[in-house]
């Protein structure tokens, strides 16, 4: 069921304070993708973003005014074969899904749930995104 890590973001109550840390502090390149999303080059990490908590409250729940069900922190999410398949399972389990599986703007499909901390998981499938510039030592590429 689960590829890979497919990436890690930091949801934050204070995103320009938080983009002023990465890029001024920190002294990483930081590209801002959208209100409230930016991503950070990083070396050894995929995808690596910042998120404000409205923005990750509206892609979760369609709704801004939310944001307080969203759980600070970092977020992680998971690359699988296939995101309604990965639900299945999830659901199957007892976990409830915060945001069923969708089609997003960019391309994802994406569901969106809780880890035991509260913190937010999102299971994604990217198939245009799978093949790494080179693959690991004894990989099989798919």
Do not use: C, N
Request: proline share 5%; glycine share 12%.
């Amino acid at each position: 069921m689960v590829r890979h890590i497919a990436g890690l973001a930091e949801i934050v109550e204070d995103y320009e304070a938080a983009v002023a840390f990465y890029r001024d502090t920190l002294g990483l390149p930081v590209k801002e993708q959208g209100p409230g999303y930016a991503v950070v080059e990083a070396p050894g990490i995929l995808h690596f973003g910042i998120w404000s908590r409205e923005t990750a409250a509206e892609s979760t729940f369609g709704d801004r005014s939310r944001a307080g069900e969203i759980a600070l922190g970092f977020t992680l999410g998971i690359e699988v074969d296939r995101v309604d398949d990965a639900v299945g399972s999830l659901s199957a389990s007892g976990r409830q899904l915060l945001q069923a599986a969708k089609d997003e703007p960019w391309g994802q499909r994406t569901a969106r749930f809780a880890g035991p901390s509260g913190a937010l998981f999102e299971f994604s499938e990217t198939p245009w995104a799978r093949r790494l510039a080179q693959a690991p030592a004894g990989a099989e590429e798919s």
